[in-house]
């Protein structure tokens, strides 16, 4: 789900579409408020919002599209916000004891 910057509660502002074109200046000065949804006859058409937003926006999408490519970006990221990387990790090693394909098992037949 996409988040706005607005605060929990808020709903975006509505306007039709005259009511924006006469009120341009002041609408486009409100859009770091939050986001305006322009309408007209029942059915949203636009949306105003802030140059700040819209970047945030599209650098979230365009991460969640990277692939591959943005899936480790976001791992390097995270690995950073947690102290570095697992170059140092090291697990301990695993005693295994594998089983001969080819024995035969025995069975307790009925």
């Known amino acids: 789900m996409i988040q706005t910057n ?15 074109k006469s009120r341009l200046s002041e609408l486009l000065r409100d859009a770091a408020a939050g986001p305006t949804i322009i309408h007209s006859r029942g059915r949203d058409l636009a949306v105003v919002l802030a140059v700040e937003e819209y970047d945030r926006l599209a650098t979230e999408h365009t991460a969640l599209r990277g692939g591959g490519g943005g899936f480790l970006e976001r791992v390097d990221r995270l690995k950073q916000r947690h102290g570095g990387g697992t170059e140092d990790f090291r697990p301990p090693r695993l005693r295994l004891n594998p089983l001969d394909p080819f024995a035969r098992r025995s069975r307790a037949r009925r």
Do not use: Q
């Not at 709903?11 to 009511?19: D, F, K, N, T």
């Open 6 to 20: 607005l605060s929990p509660g808020r709903h975006p502002r509505r306007i039709g579409v005259a009511e924006a």
